[in-house]
C-alpha cells in the first residue's frame, strides 16, 4: 500500500510513484466443517459462470 497524498516543503511540489496495476482476479472457494477448511480451489477469473 502506498500513499495517495504527501507532504513537501511550503512552495514546492512533492513528486513520487505509486503502482497502479492490479493483476488479475483470481478466485478461492472453499468448503469448512466443524473440523476447519475440508477442500479448497482456486482459479483465474470470476464466479459469473459455471466452473468444473
Same mark, same amino acid.
Request: positive net charge.
Given at each position: 500500500?502506498?500513499?495517495r497524498?504527501?507532504? &513537501?516543503?511550503?512552495?514546492?511540489?512533492?513528486?513520487?510513484?505509486?503502482?497502479?496495476?492490479?493483476?488479475?482476479?483470481?478466485?478461492?472457494?472453499?468448503?469448512? &466443517?466443524?473440523?476447519?477448511?475440508?477442500?479448497?480451489?482456486?482459479? &483465474?477469473?470470476?464466479?459469473?459462470?459455471?466452473?468444473?
Open positions: 500500500m502506498t500513499r497524498f504527501a507532504r &513537501s516543503p511550503q512552495g514546492t511540489r512533492a513528486y513520487g510513484d505509486r503502482p497502479d496495476g492490479r493483476g488479475k482476479n483470481v478466485t478461492m472457494i472453499g468448503a469448512m &466443517s466443524l473440523e476447519g477448511i475440508i477442500a479448497a480451489m482456486t482459479f &483465474s477469473g470470476g464466479t459469473n459462470a459455471e466452473r468444473v
